[in-house]
């Protein structure tokens, strides 16, 4: 009889946010004080030209900063009402793209995210490359419904 196989300490990032998921996203870190992740640039998510579609900069923006906000209002709902974002540098197809959420500031009422993401020189993962800068500006509600995923896999 085969033994069943051990439990993945995997996370499963798809329940937590499938628009990430599916252009390739994986979250690294998950915690009410800093969100992070990778992007390895792909054609799903570049713009004609092969470089990353800056609409892809803003959907990581506001994922990443509506996930910390969600974690540091203590499990409320939260809408983003704000994104500015400046692209400040390309990433090409292939390019590897590092991702941080901070916050800059965390009321009951209102939070505000920093958001930068970085081009990773293949060659030496400490040397990176500033491609793009964001302000999220978000509003904590009432969490009606999928709190279960975000507490699976997030540090408190």
């Known amino acids: 009889m085969d033994s069943p196989s051990p439990p993945t300490t995997e996370p499963n990032w798809e329940c937590v946010d499938h ?3 599916a252009i390739g996203f994986e979250i690294d870190e998950l915690t009410p004080h800093k969100v992070t992740g990778h ?3 792909t054609e799903k998510s570049c713009q004609p030209f092969k470089v990353l ?6 959907l990581i923006a506001e994922s990443l900063a509506s996930k910390g906000a969600v974690l540091a209002s203590g499990w409320k709902r939260v809408a ?3 994104l500015s974002i400046n692209h400040l540098k390309r990433a090409d197809i292939g ?3 590092f991702a941080e959420a901070t916050p800059l500031h965390v009321g009951k009422t209102i939070q505000v995210w920093e958001v930068r993401l970085w081009k990773i020189d293949p060659h030496n993962s400490e040397s990176r ?4 800068s964001s302000m999220v500006t978000a509003i904590p509600d009432n969490l009606k419904d999928g709190v279960e995923n975000f507490k699976k896999y997030a540090k408190l």
């Open 19 to 21: 628009p990430l998921h």
């Open 80 to 82: 983003g009402v704000q």
């Open 53 to 58: 579609h800056g609409g892809v900069s803003a």
């Open 129 to 132: 490359l500033l491609i793009s």
């Open 39 to 41: 992007l390895q640039v």
């Open 95 to 97: 390019d590897l793209v």
